[in-house]
């Protein structure tokens, strides 16, 4: 057991992408979603998929609130969910980011259980990456009040409010947080591909 469970994130409304919502979008002969479930499901004890069914597939976990507040809404209902594992933590990774380092869960679990952190958070080229980044299962009733109380859907609050750790990844040839948005950002990954 690696006391990790995953969420990826798969609610967005992708209005940036045009006609096709970005988790069906292709990449080198796999969708979006597919290429996050590759590199996250080795890496976790269970992995989830927050969606919507019809693009999804069945097995994913909807937003547990109505109307689109925001990607913390897609962490809140995998906390709540019944179809994770007693793991201490839970990985969240967007379903847009298909170069997923392959040692990331282990590298940001070192960074968490060292400090005992509720976070622990990439931080690439001295931003962070909110989207990638651990959480302890003990945040729940935070993340909870942010969303219900404070009306609050991002992260930042809540990396800035709760004990946080940053990891500085290395550069690479290929950003591995690099995040699909629009067709030209699709058309950019198919390039980095052929590198």
């Not at 005992?116 to 931080?123: N, Q, S, T």
């Not at 302890?136 to 935070?142: A, D, E, L, N, S």
Request: aromatic share 8%; net charge negative.
């Amino acid at each position: 057991m690696i006391n990790v469970d995953g969420v990826i994130l798969a609610a967005g409304r992708s209005s940036r992408m045009g006609s096709v919502n970005k988790v069906q979008s292709v990449l080198a002969g796999r969708t979006l979603l597919e290429h996050a479930v590759t590199k996250l499901t080795p890496q976790v004890d269970i992995l989830v998929v927050n969606g919507d069914k019809n693009l999804c597939g069945d097995g994913v976990i909807a937003d547990h609130l109505e109307g689109f507040k925001g990607p913390l809404v897609g962490l809140y209902s995998a906390l709540l969910s019944d179809k994770l594992s007693s793991a201490q933590y839970l990985m969240m990774a967007p379903c847009d980011g298909p170069f997923i380092p392959e040692n990331l869960v282990a590298a940001l679990y070192r960074e968490i259980s060292a400090a005992d952190a509720d976070i622990a958070c990439v931080r690439y080229q001295g931003f962070a990456q909110s989207t990638f980044s651990l959480w302890h299962k003990r945040v729940t009733p935070v993340v909870e009040q942010a969303l219900l109380v404070k009306k609050n859907g991002g992260f930042k609050p809540l990396l800035e409010g709760l004990n946080s750790v940053y990891l500085d990844w290395p550069e690479q040839v290929i950003n591995p947080f690099f995040n699909i948005n629009t067709q030209d950002d699709l058309a950019e990954a198919e390039r980095l591909l052929c590198l």
